[in-house]
T-cell receptor, first 112, second 112 residues
Framework: DTEVTQTPKHLVMGMTNKKSLKCEQHMGHRAMYWYKQKAKKPPELMFVYSYEKLSINESVPSRFSPECPNSSLLNLHLHALQPEDSALYLC???????????FGPGTRLLVL | AQSVTQLGSHVSVSEGALVLLRCNYSSSVPPYLFWYVQYPNQGLQLLLKYTSAATLVKGINGFEAEFKKSETSFHLTKPSAHMSDAAEYFCAVTIGGGKSTFGDGTTLTVKP
């Protein structure tokens, strides 16, 4: 099973709202990733968690706050977002070698 | 440092024709190379990967790619295009540590 699940599929939020994106995998992977993807562009790496510790933060604004409660779950907490943050947010996971990433279906976020 | 260049942001083929999507990479160490496909409003699906075993790699949906070190290329091919192949294709390179670099993507259109 190479499935990564993400909820919700779609999210509309105002600039003052607080919301969370959730990602789950049951492949025993110990690395998990958040990416942001704008239309017709490649995914941009935001965060990497390795063994539940944040290992890479690509200078993402503090209005995005990641959390890895356990080895299967990854959350992205959103607060005071801007309209330009509207995008597809993708989660991925990879095994011990961290070379092959498996992606979830994404959450389509619209910030009004 | 690593980089990926996908030649041709748009490729159009007729149904039944050969598909050739070009990818060149730059890496200071032996790379892992990947092709992903993305259908509208979906996540990235792994098509195939090169991880230093056989240089000709077969993937899903009839796609294959050949790693050519001398040309620093990893072009994706399929002998006969199908309408369902119309999608966005991304080439990616990883040198470990969880950080992948994606090309800008190629939109494949298949004409009936």
């Amino acid at each position: 099973d190479t499935e990564v699940t993400q909820t919700p599929k779609h999210l509309v939020m105002g600039m003052t709202n607080k919301k969370s994106l959730k990602c789950e995998q049951h492949m025993g992977h110990r690395a998990m990733y958040w990416y942001k993807q704008k239309a017709k562009k490649p995914p941009e790496l935001m965060f990497v968690y390795s063994y539940e510790k944040l290992s890479i933060n690509e200078s993402v604004p503090s209005r995005f706050s990641p959390e890895c409660p356990n080895s299967s779950l990854l959350n992205l907490h959103l607060h005071a977002l801007q309209p330009e943050d509207s995008a597809l947010y993708l989660c991925a996971s990879s095994g011990a070698g961290q070379e092959t990433q498996y992606f979830g279906p994404g959450t389509r976020l619209l910030v009004l | 440092a690593q980089s990926v260049t996908q030649l041709g942001s748009h490729v159009s083929v007729s149904e039944g024709a050969l598909v050739l999507l070009r990818c060149n990479y730059s890496s200071s160490v032996p790379p892992y190379l990947f092709w992903y496909v993305q259908y509208p409003n979906q996540g990235l699906q792994l098509l195939l990967k090169y991880t230093s075993a056989a240089t000709l790699v077969k993937g899903i949906n009839g796609f294959e790619a050949e790693f050519k070190k001398s040309e620093t290329s990893f072009h994706l091919t399929k002998p006969s295009a199908h309408m369902s192949d119309a999608a966005e294709y991304f080439c990616a390179v990883t040198i470990g540590g969880g950080k992948s670099t994606f090309g800008d993507g190629t939109t494949l259109t298949v004409k009936p």
